[in-house]
């Protein structure tokens, strides 16, 4: 149990591409956080350097009060688990169970009862006479956890350990993940590339992009408030809808439509809108609103994305199935429901009012929304 | 699915009849008198002195000091056969090891000048080798018999190969569990090469155990003589009368053939695996 401090951590590489730019993330004892990213984001590289297995070229990392830039993985008190597994294809469940306790000199009856508790915990008991290669997917990927939990780290550090599991496994693992590691509280690390992964294990989320932290925060606040546009379109499926359109007045004008969205006088003419599928709804009639044509359809069961056009901007609206859909259809969105964006930047301009609230119904639609 | 026709069968059997025929006509022709062979050339029907042949070939003292036995001479070639094939996988994995997880400089440089080495035979460079040896005193000695052949292109690059398509992560979590490079050598990378190493083991054995140059020039003492060297030398020294003993060269060649082939059977299974598949 410890805290992780990184701060101003850089990775430059040999050539001088910058793969992470001067990341700071305090990390409490105990909270799971996330790293999320599209690949190439740099999230594996920082977490790749606080397990010792890439050279840290600027700034310090801390695991409880030592800074550990310059000790070895195997000090470092962390436990590590691989997107592939990276078991020992040559030993039994077991061995790879207790081969990082042997080559501690951990006394054998020590070995053997935490390699029986994480057994246990994991209920992977009966398979610890096995190879690796008579298990499955999902059973591989429990005794790579084994081989983190028997460890009893400081920390636990994931790299992307469901990517190679299929859909329904990666939800059962991942709550899983979730409850062993609140019942461990063993402080977490966890990169995905999966933003909904990213929302149901997440004490805070760290969203990077380019090597720099756009965002860090719990989710529900990322999701309701946004820093940049980023961020708007990486957190959330459907991603929200980004449209450039221009203030005059209280209206919105998106080309030669136009939406009622209250005072915004602090904002700048020229902005980028950012409307979430499912806070649009269909307009009542003598309501303002902008007409949609519609390309296609898909239906998720619980909900219905619409995917259609505005003046010729794409744009998606998570409907209710039971709404009848013609050919084009009047959409509208409460002004408080708005995400403004300065319109070169993309950074965040305004807070919407109610945004920040978590018990808002909207986002238990998210689950289904992945279908 | 291609259905079998006769055809298929056809080409089998004469296959088989191309590659055991011979072996067959040098085992029956062994079980002859010589002066039989001589009068008649060779036979295909058992000639009823098969283990008298043998026994002779196996125990009988000869050569020019009287002193050499074929079972002598076989023991010769297994050492040679065996310590060139073990040495060569020792050394070509410890080689390989070096070349894929140490990122030394001039690694890339290092193994391309070695894997162009394949390109040149044993023969381009006996003479130094045979001076080195000399200048050493390892003449006449099994050291100067194996060591100089230990250097492999061939099983460093199947070993660079190898070692490539084992998954980085496996490294990574091997030094997460605080195994260093030995340890790690010895506990993953080894048990992961074994059917590599039975294959090469093969190919290596095999090609020593054929070794005839390198020997005729490195031993003059016949107590190291091979059975290779062996089977020329009956042709020339044992010659009693004016007919040369057949029979035994060829009970010889048959001899010669048998370790190369229990060792294939032995690992075969082991051998297709490694050249074959991988189970990371």
């Not at chain 1, 996330?34 to 890439?54: D, F, H, I, N, Y």
């Not at chain 1, 920390?155 to 059962?172: G, Q, T, W």
């Not at chain 1, 990486?234 to 004008?253: K, Y």
């Not at chain 2, 040149?120 to 194996?146: D, H, Q």
Request: charged fraction near 20%; hydrophobic fraction near 45%.
């Amino acid at each position: 149990m410890a805290a992780i401090n990184i701060t101003n951590v850089s990775k430059i590489y040999a050539g001088g591409v910058e793969a992470v730019k001067s990341v700071s993330i305090d990390i409490a004892d105990g909270e799971f956080i996330v790293l999320v990213g599209p690949s190439g984001c740099g999230k594996s590289t920082l977490l790749r350097m606080v397990a010792g297995l890439e050279a840290i070229s600027k700034g310090t990392v801390e695991i409880g009060d030592r800074v550990i830039n310059d000790i070895e993985p195997a000090e470092r008190d962390i436990a590590m688990v691989f997107q592939n597994y990276a078991l020992y294809p040559h030993m039994t469940v077991y061995n790879n169970l207790a081969y990082g306790l042997k080559n501690r000199g951990t006394p054998k009856a020590e070995i053997d009862a935490r390699v029986a508790e994480a057994a246990r915990m994991l209920e992977i008991e009966q398979y610890l006479t096995r190879k690796p290669r008579a298990l499955s997917g999902g059973q591989r990927q429990r005794v790579a956890m084994g081989r983190a939990i028997v460890r009893k780290p400081a920390a636990f550090l994931f790299d992307e350990p469901l990517s190679n599991l299929d859909a329904k496994l990666r939800v059962s693992m991942r709550g899983e993940i979730k409850q062993l590691q609140k019942r461990l509280g063993t402080t977490s690390l966890y990169v995905t590339h999966d933003q909904l992964e990213a929302m149901t294990l997440a004490d805070r989320l760290v969203v990077l992009n380019g090597g720099q932290i756009e965002q860090i925060g719990r989710p529900l606040d990322v999701y309701h408030t946004p820093a940049s546009t980023f961020v708007a379109s990486f957190i959330g499926s459907p991603a929200m809808n980004l449209l450039r359109g221009t203030r005059e007045g209280t209206q919105l004008h998106f080309g030669s439509q136009a939406l009622e969205a209250g005072a915004m006088s602090a904002l700048p003419a020229d902005l980028t809108i950012g409307i979430r599928a499912e806070d649009l709804r269909i307009a009542s009639a003598g309501e303002r609103s902008l007409t949609m044509k519609i390309d296609y359809v898909e239906e998720l069961g619980a909900q219905r994305l619409v995917h259609g056009t505005v003046d010729g901007k794409k744009l998606t609206a998570a409907l209710s199935p039971e709404i009848e859909i013609a050919e084009t259809i009047a959409l509208t969105i409460a002004p408080s429901r708005l995400h403004f964006f300065d319109a070169t930047t993309g950074k965040r301009l305004v807070q919407s009012p109610d945004a920040s609230g978590p018990a808002r119904q909207r986002a238990t639609t998210l689950e289904p929304a992945i279908g | 699915m291609h259905r079998t026709k006769l055809f298929d069968h056809v080409i089998l059997m004469m296959g088989v009849f191309f590659m055991v025929g011979p072996l067959l006509v040098a085992l029956m022709t062994s079980s002859h008198e010589a002066a039989d062979i001589h009068r008649n050339g060779l036979q295909i029907l058992p000639g009823g002195h098969f283990i008298d042949t043998y026994t002779t070939v196996l125990t009988r003292e000869g050569g020019f000091t009287g002193k050499i036995t074929g079972l002598r001479m076989m023991m010769n070639s297994l050492i040679l056969g065996i310590g060139f094939a073990a040495g060569k996988i020792v050394l070509s994995m410890l080689a390989a090891y070096a070349l894929v997880y140490f990122r030394f400089r001039f690694a890339t440089i290092t193994f391309w000048m070695i894997f162009t080495t394949l390109l040149l035979p044993l023969e381009v460079r006996i003479l130094p080798s045979y001076e080195v040896m000399n200048t050493l005193k390892l003449t006449n000695t099994y050291t100067g018999l194996i060591v100089p052949l230990l250097a492999s292109a061939t099983g460093t690059f199947y070993f660079r190969q190898f070692f490539k398509s084992i998954p980085d992560e496996l490294l990574e979590a091997a030094r997460i569990d605080g195994a260093g490079p030995f340890k790690f050598f010895i506990d993953v990378i080894v048990p992961l090469s074994k059917t590599m190493i039975a294959a090469i083991f093969i190919i290596m054995f095999v090609y020593g155990w054929n070794q005839y140059l390198w020997p005729t020039l490195m031993t003059t003492d016949e107590s190291f003589f091979t059975l290779v060297r062996g089977i020329k030398q009956i042709l020339l020294v044992w010659v009693g009368s004016n007919i040369p003993d057949y029979n035994e060269a060829f009970a010889l060649a048959i001899l010669a053939m048998v370790p190369p082939v229990m060792i294939v059977m032995i690992f075969q299974r082991w051998f297709i695996k490694g050249l074959t598949e991988s189970d990371k």
